[in-house]
């Protein structure tokens, strides 16, 4: 029986002691052999360090605490990578809950496709906030649209992603220019095809995203996101990439019938959907008027 391969598991931080109390619990339960993987917290700046929540789960997981020394998440990535000492690097984030089978899942794909980048499933954690849902609607849509032929895989999110270790340092890691989470792991993916590499879907792989939203909080974060997508767009043109196609008029109708798929509350999810578009528009062209 071949050895289970290795995992570092990556997990940035920042101000969400409880969230990521809840995720180190569910890493605690993971149907993998205690020696087989290690966990390295990043802490971006926190105002309260997460030591203590750290310490309460050294006895049953090997976990470390590091401080990353540059604001953002995809900095606190490279952070963790750069110490970890895994075959493989599982990223996550601290509002999400793997469940116990996310890391054997992986190492199943793994173990077929060996160099490729894998992402898992993720569900939402959260079904009775209306936010949440559209938020996880919106990300299963974009899934289910680029990565309708698994070995033509184009996008994985970043706190559902493994892949080798080695070969993440020699395509460069994760953007650190990227001070929010936002577009950072569109921006890595696409780098990764780049350099010849495969990106595979592991639907087993599941992960819980436990991330309450207002409707306030909803809007911010698609508003960064077209931040985020302004800033992708303008590194492309950094690398002589071209611009990006935009999506044709049936995307966007599609999108908005993937809220109808809950019939009690099809016209306010529609509704959030239809919203996180224009806020995305609006991050994006705000984000254009500040850099001209």
């Known amino acids: 029986m071949l050895e289970e391969p290795f995992f570092s598991i990556v997990i940035p931080t920042h101000n969400r002691p409880a969230q990521l109390e809840e995720c180190l619990r569910s890493i605690s339960l993971l149907d993998y052999p205690r020696d087989r993987f290690e966990v390295v917290v990043v802490d971006d700046r926190s105002e309260v360090t997460p030591s203590a929540t750290i310490d309460h789960f050294r006895h049953l997981i090997d976990v470390m605490l590091l401080k990353n020394q540059k604001a953002g998440p995809a900095a606190a990535r490279n952070a963790g990578a750069a110490n970890a000492k895994g075959r493989f690097l599982a990223f996550t984030d601290d509002d999400c809950l793997p469940q116990p089978l996310w890391l054997r899942a992986f190492a199943d794909c793994l173990q077929l496709y060996p160099d490729a980048a894998v992402g898992g499933h993720t569900s939402n954690a959260l079904e009775d906030n209306i936010h949440s849902t559209a938020s996880q609607l919106l990300i299963d849509y974009i899934y289910s649209y680029y990565n309708a032929d698994d070995g033509g895989a184009q996008f994985f999110a970043s706190n559902n992603l493994t892949l080798p270790r080695e070969a ?99 016209v306010r999810l529609t509704g959030l959907l239809f919203l996180s578009q224009i806020a995305n528009a609006a991050g994006f062209y705000t984000a254009k008027l500040v850099s001209d």
């Open 168 to 266: 993440f340092f020699k395509m460069g890691g994760f953007d650190d220019s990227f001070p929010l989470a936002a577009a950072e792991d569109r921006d890595f993916c696409e780098r990764w095809r780049q350099y010849g590499g495969r990106l595979r879907h592991a639907p087993k792989a599941v992960m819980a995203h436990a991330h309450p939203l207002t409707f306030r909080n909803f809007i911010r974060q698609h508003f960064n996101y077209g931040r985020g997508a302004f800033h992708f767009h303008r590194l492309r043109k950094n690398r002589n990439q071209g611009k990006l196609q935009i999506e044709p008029a049936s995307f966007y109708y599609n999108l908005l019938k993937s809220g109808l798929k809950e019939e009690k509350r099809a």
